[in-house]
């Protein structure tokens, strides 16, 4: 690659040694293999001492780690982010004082807007922006409009997206947000889907038998096993679940639930498990590696994100990829990922009576449910490779750099 190629800086606030959700999965996702044919800077911030400052990404690409201080949850996060920001923003001032050419930035999220809508303003950057949730989406219009936190979130979420050349979503329910609650126009919204890493997954569900010594831990060979991996937050829905168990039970007496992730909703969701009487039937397994998250969905007999509010949903694409048994709510960009009756089940939202009968028909009809499991395989494997989200990426890039006139605001 010679200096003539156009040279890309992302920055964004998770990458591995923060990864939080959807962003950072994306964002580890992304890079490395855009790195493999553009010329790319990654910029996120280093809150330990542990994670190296540099390292190389794919052939042609560099990751720097910018020492900054982590935003705290409360009620002036938003002034914490904006001074992590500053950290990164200085960081890439100083390279670009020392002759660092930038051709094009890519931010993610409002987290990452303060550094972007500088570097646009001062250096005349085409921006691209990716928008993987809103404030509005989260917490909703009324919340938005009644809570101060939630109103400055939701601003700065405007303001990146007025100052951006072009807005990525990851689906269309995203596109429609963004256009309904950001006040963008459609036409400077596209559609690029989040990915998996097909390889971390292939498989895996088939290979069941070499993990039977670690599924034992949670009962016996014939119990039901039905995971959930995400925040412990409502929007995520893993109440839904346990409310959805005494159903399961009087069918499957020894089925077990494993909730695994973390977040602010664990404390609530350890109490309805008394609540509910299945408190025996529930583990609530906290924080789990990506190694012990494989293992789960080889050994799980099903899983199911019951989400309220899902931008994409990445997780049940690494569960289709695993070839796991699926069942989402029918909200958001899950309706886009999971096909029903094809490769998954999809439920209403807020029905824990339709999560119970869809687990139960899953369990009872495995023949169908090992069918809907291969197509979904097929479907990740074709259409959510991280190659194939990289090359539509580089499309979006393309368009900017060709038509600046056309895309700037």
Known sequence: MNDNQPHLLMVATEYVAQHVGGLGSHVAGLAPCLAETVALDLI????????PRQEALGRYGTLYRVNAHRPLDGGNYDVQVWQMNDELKNFVVESIEAGKRYDLLHAHDWLSGYTANYLRKEYEIPLVVTIHATEMGRVGDQRV????????????????????DIIIACSEFMRDEITATLLQPDTATVVVPNGV???????????????????????AADDPLIFFVGRLVGEKGPDIL?????????????????????????KELEQLTWDFGVEAHVNLLGFVTE??????FAVSDLAIFPSRYEPFGIVALEAMAAGTPVIVTDVGGLREVVTHGVTGLCVPPERPDAVAAATVETLQNTDSAAVRAQQAERVVRLQYGWDHVAALTEKVYEKVLLQPEVMGQ
């Not at 996120?44 to 994670?51: F, L, N, Q």
């Not at 939701?154 to 007025?162: D, F, P, R, V």
């Not at 959805?244 to 973390?262: D, N, T, V």
Request: net charge positive; hydrophobic share 35%; with cysteine.
């Open 197 to 219: 890493n097909i390889d971390n997954f292939a498989g895996l569900h088939r290979r069941r038998a070499e993990y039977m010594d670690y599924r034992a831990q949670w009962g």
């Open 145 to 164: 409009h009644c809570q101060e936190l939630s109103r400055r979130i939701h601003e700065a979420e405007k303001h990146l997206a007025e100052r951006a």
């Open 44 to 51: 996120v911030p280093r809150y330990d001492t542990k994670s």
């Open 291 to 296: 190694e012990e998250k494989n293992r789960l």
């Open 242 to 266: 346990i409310k959805a168990m005494p159903e399961i039970l009087e069918s499957y007496p020894g089925a077990k639930l494993l909730l695994a992730g973390k977040g602010p909703f664990r």
